[in-house]
Nanobody, 127 residues
Framework: QVDLVESGGGLVQPGNSLRLSCTASGGAFTYAMAWFRQAPGKEREFVAAIRWSGGNIRYSDSVKDRCTIAGDKAKNTVNLDLNNLKPEDTTVYYC?????????????????????WGQGTQVTVSS
């Protein structure tokens, strides 16, 4: 488990863009990092992930056409660029990291593929 610090959330108008950032502190080595989101009363939903080994990237179907995940392995940071935001994107976004071992590709999109979680950052899309 590592400490994850998220930033970039806030209020944006529909159609605008937002960048969420996450950094694993303490000099920890991460094998993969990801973003999930969770609305009240619903399960945690996968958004995007990156596995440093091979640079494997995964997106959920709901955001793949308007989302970009990228980061800096050396800095243990990951950014999530959300474009053309919609009201239904409103929820809390959580950063996740795996510092135990490289997850298999199928595990990249699952919460159990990660052992560290940030506190979450609120994204609100409204006029």
């Amino acid at each position: 488990q590592v400490d994850l610090v998220e930033s970039g959330g806030g209020l944006v108008q529909p159609g605008n863009s937002l960048r969420l950032s996450c950094t694993a502190s303490g000099g920890a080595f991460t094998y993969a990092m990801a973003w999930f989101r969770q609305a009240p009363g619903k399960e945690r939903e996968f958004v995007a992930a990156i596995r440093w080994s091979g640079g494997n990237i995964r997106y959920s179907d709901s955001v793949k056409d308007r989302c970009t995940i990228a980061g800096d392995k050396a800095k243990n940071t990951v950014n999530l660029d959300l474009n053309n935001l919609k009201p239904e994107d409103t929820t809390v976004y959580y950063c996740a990291a795996n510092n135990r071992g490289r997850p298999v590709l199928t595990a990249m999109t699952l919460p159990q593929g990660y052992n560290s979680w940030g506190q979450g950052t609120q994204v609100t899309v409204s006029s």
